[in-house]
């Protein structure tokens, strides 16, 4: 096995040559590596589960699925990554699967341990430490009896969530309801969804590939066995980050420099406690219980970086990220992070940008595409642009409403960050001349719409402007605030309604 190479010693533009002789995978290593899945599978398919029964059920194997590096394409040299991930008939939805396969997994443990000799290799079973947790895989260090080759391979029975579905095209939105429904710690149902994963990846254009090998060498050199025993990050976070810089910085291309993308990649770690990133390739915020869910996921502590295939799963939760920090810190400093040209960096935001569908009463809906990290006064003068004011004076007041909850005014100083938004939202703008203020009308549905009035404007006022915008008759509507009723003649100001106050508005049966 060659020498472990110095990243920290080797020149930015050095890192293709470092890549091609030291990290990728050569051909006498791919070689082993394929014997030993090959001979794997056949007895995972063949020996295994031949004549098993389970609640008098025969016990087959419906796919095999290469996961890992080595499914991804991403394997670097002598390192190995063997995810094996069985589909078995025996598991029949998620909840199933967690009270089946620890008793499959002991199963397989005795199986292999009686059929060893004939795999023509030498197999230990490695136990981690699961704490409260039932395991979720069998961990096997698999020696070659004709080399020092040591490959570590981990085996995860599974459910069989998507059958024969394309990879190329989104799962239907109701496996998806049943991931969430099941209520499984994040994560834990990950495997079912390894062709998503592998494809994720494996779809991607070489160069990238190598990009990916150059961050996991770091984070397996500089992290892992840097903090040994203790809890870092994982390193499918690392791969996502990484890709998502990539799409970012480079818009995609299969032309950029591995040092510049080494060098976006560290910010990026560097400045984790601001990630919030997530995909729409096979889950998105259509159906309405994954998208509550995943609005949810979006305002967790950051990090958040949400598996593509699999929204239960932020792979930034956890501990760990001020120690990747710290060395993500220490390499921008190091040779392997001088790029010969700073102004060709790749400039990626933490978070991605956010649609924002802007609804002005009188005006057609503008669409937006905001910074999360910006502040709301940029927002605004981008609506000023486009919309004609009624007056050289006139003020925009934006706010938004999540489901059951109040209408919120947004603060020009503050950002959608500050407010936990960081996928599409809708916000309204109401356009006041001081002195007018902006209250809020809530229907029966919860809904609330902001309207422009005088404090010195009556309630028979404010019920018709409620009426000219499309709401129920003046003489339909009842208005109530703070549990009284409020009568026509009455003034704002005398009924103590301020700024931004919400007005409860019923329709007579």
């Known amino acids: 096995m060659n020498p472990s190479p110095d990243l920290y010693e080797t020149p930015g533009d050095r890192l293709d040559a470092l890549l091609k002789h030291s990290l990728q995978p050569q051909e006498d290593w791919k070689e082993e590596s394929k014997d ?4 794997m599978e056949r007895f995972f398919r063949d020996q295994c589960f031949q004549d098993k029964l389970f609640l008098g059920q025969e016990v087959r194997v419906l796919k095999v699925v290469k996961g890992g ?57 490695i136990h981690h430490r699961e704490g409260n947790r039932i ?74 590939k190598n990009l990916l090998r150059l961050v996991k060498f770091w984070y397996l050199k500089y992290v892992k ?32 420099n591995l040092d ?14 601001d990630i919030c990133i997530y995909w ?6 259509q159906n309405e219980t994954v998208r509550n869910f995943i609005k949810q996921k979006l305002k967790d502590c950051r990090p958040v970086i949400l598996d593509p295939a699999d929204p239960t799963n932020n792979l930034g939760r956890g501990r760990g990220w001020d120690l990747m920090a710290r060395e993500a810190v220490y390499c921008l400093r190091q040779a392997c992070c001088r790029t010969e040209d700073p102004g060709h960096s790749w400039h990626v935001q933490r978070a991605r940008d956010v649609q924002v569908t802007v609804k002005q009463t009188g005006q057609k809906p503008l669409t937006l ?10 927002m605004k003068a981008e609506i000023k642009r486009t919309n004609r004011a009624r007056s050289p004076q006139s003020q925009y007041r934006l706010s938004f409403q999540e489901p059951g909850g109040e209408r919120q005014l947004l603060s020009s100083q503050q950002t959608l960050a500050d407010y936990g938004i960081f996928s599409k939202v809708n916000v309204r703008v109401l356009e006041t001349i001081p002195p007018e203020i902006q209250v809020f009308v809530k229907d029966a549905n919860g809904h609330s719409t902001p309207y422009a009035i005088y404090p010195d404007d009556t309630i028979r006022d404010l019920k018709e402007k409620i009426e000219d915008a499309g709401g129920p008759l003046v003489e339909d509507q009842i208005l109530k605030a703070q549990g009284r009723t409020l009568w026509n003649r009455r003034r704002l100001e005398d009924l103590d309604i301020e700024d931004c106050d919400t007005i409860t508005l019923i329709k007579r049966s």
């Not at 060098?263 to 770690?269: C, G, P, S, T, Y």
Request: charged content about 25%.
């Open 36 to 39: 030993v899945w090959q001979r």
């Open 69 to 125: 590096s080595s499914g991804k394409g991403t394997t670097l040299n002598h390192k190995s990554d063997l995810d094996m991930i069985l589909f078995l008939s025996c598991f029949v939805s998620f909840q199933n699967q967690s009270l089946v396969r620890k008793y499959m997994i002991d199963f397989i443990e005795e199986k292999l341990d009686y059929c060893s000799r004939s795999l023509a290799y030498s197999i230990t079973v």
């Open 135 to 208: 395991p979720r895989s069998l961990t096997l260090q698999i020696q070659c009896r004709k080399s020092t080759d040591v490959f570590r391979m981990d085996v995860h029975p599974a459910f069989d969530a998507l059958g024969s579905f394309s990879p190329d095209s989104k799962p239907e939105p109701e496996i998806y309801e049943s991931l969430i429904n099941a209520f499984g710690y994040p994560g834990e149902y990950s495997p079912s969804f390894t062709q998503l994963q592998r494809h994720f990846v494996k779809s991607r254009p070489f160069k990238l």
């Open 225 to 256: 066995d840097k903090y040994r025993g203790q809890a870092v990050p994982s390193k499918y976070a690392l791969e996502l980050l990484t890709i998502y810089a990539w799409e970012r910085g480079t818009d995609e291309s299969e032309n950029f």
């Open 260 to 273: 510049e993308g080494l060098v976006a990649v560290m910010k990026l770690i560097r400045d984790y406690k």
């Open 280 to 285: 729409t390739k096979y889950y998105d915020f």
């Open 369 to 378: 595409s905001v910074n999360p990290y910006s502040p709301i006064w940029k």
